[in-house]
């Protein structure tokens, strides 16, 4: 039987893992695991050697799910742990509020969250909705449908190891999905500072949106975008010229 565990950055309550766990019942089982508390930007925070608090708690509409009182990735490595059944046949992690393209996905705990399980052995997707604005479960309609699409098909084909699909859903009507790469976003981040007391605050994070073919211009252009990320990150096209360096120890 197929069975999938839905996990998210945003905390068990927030309406977008509600959507999401909704539409992948049409798939199988679904279990939810997620952050007791808001975790957005969290990255791949693992908590290590440090107590982590687990309750059991109910979705709006009566769903268990599992709290943790720590990151996306601990949720997950939880659950690959035995807090829950593992392995589940696929991990779901969203649906974000609020976009993650570009360098976002170093950030994002929705992302790390899907990375988690590709090293714990089990495919993922991850997915958000490039608004902020949407606090009911029906302003994600439309990036739960894409979801589901995703997932079938990650299903029925499989996933390379240690590779996720980032999935990107622009407000409004979807035109379609695109496949896509990475874009570069620009951030505009501020300091508010009162004594020893700072904050990062600022704008949303522009981006490059003109470059056909990224995650940023489909999204700009009302197009969902899929983009698969692999956790080597090594710049291989850097290798031959950091081996030309030839560097010497003393």
Known sequence: MVSILVTNDDGYNAPG???????MRELGEVRV???????????HKKT???????????????????AVGGSPADSIALAALGVTPWPPTLVVSGINRGPNMGQDVTYSGTVT?????????VPAVAISLDSRNANAVEDYAAAARVALAVAKRVLEKGLPPFTILNVNVP?????????????????????????DICRIVGPEPGGVTDEEGTDLWAVHNGYASLTPLH???????????????????G
């Open 113 to 121: 969250a899907a990375l988690e399980a590709t090293i714990q052995g």
């Open 171 to 195: 407000a409004g009507e979807v035109k379609g999905l695109r496949l896509t790469r990475q874009g570069l976003r620009i951030y505009t981040d501020e300091l508010e500072r009162q004594g």
């Open 48 to 66: 290590l050697f440090t107590d982590i608090s687990i309750q059991e708690k109910t979705l709006a509409d009566g769903t268990s799910a599992i």
């Open 33 to 43: 695991i997620a952050p007791s508390v808001n975790q957005s930007a969290s990255g």
């Open 17 to 23: 893992i509600l959507a999401l766990a909704q539409a």
């Open 231 to 249: 956790l080597d990150l090594t710049a291989h096209r850097f290798v031959a010229d950091l081996a030309a360096w030839d560097i010497k120890l």
